[in-house]
């Protein structure tokens, strides 16, 4: 199967969609907003029994396949763009590169 670069761009996307999701699921409920007002005695001594609980090895799957998919998309973008360099000839290249010299 011939996957360009369209294909990578799309995996780089929705690979960073997946570890935003990671990002929030992580921090939800971490820490007081500054909108909210600053807790009494008796609130900061029941806050302070609270307990965060910890994220189930289930709830870190969009993180990983984000950082998979991120991975592949990187990948794919690179290999097409050396697919796409690699039709060049070697006369060719240096003909470019004198032209870009010419016009500094």
Same mark, same amino acid.
């Given at each position: 199967?011939?996957?360009?670069?369209?294909?990578?761009?799309?995996?780089?996307?929705?690979?960073?969609?997946?570890?935003?999701?990671?990002?929030?699921?992580?921090?939800?409920g971490l820490g007081?907003s500054?909108s909210?007002?600053? $807790?009494? =005695?008796?609130?900061l001594?029941a806050?302070?029994r !609270?307990?965060? @609980?910890?994220?189930?090895?289930v709830?870190y799957v969009?993180g990983?396949?984000?950082?998979?998919?991120?991975g592949?998309?990187v990948?794919?973008?690179?290999?097409?763009?050396?697919?796409?360099?690699?039709?060049f $000839?070697? =006369?060719?290249?240096?003909?470019?590169?004198?032209? !870009?010299?010419? @016009?500094?």
């Amino acid at each position: 199967m011939q996957f360009g670069k369209f294909h990578g761009l799309t995996l780089l996307g929705l690979g960073g969609l997946l570890v935003l999701v990671q990002t929030f699921m992580i921090f939800q409920g971490l820490g007081r907003s500054a909108s909210q007002p600053r $807790p009494t =005695d008796q609130s900061l001594q029941a806050e302070s029994r !609270a307990t965060y @609980r910890s994220l189930t090895p289930v709830e870190y799957v969009p993180g990983v396949a984000g950082v998979a998919l991120l991975g592949l998309g990187v990948w794919l973008v690179a290999r097409r763009q050396k697919e796409i360099l690699d039709h060049f $000839p070697e =006369d060719e290249a240096e003909k470019f590169q004198e032209v !870009a010299r010419s @016009r500094r």
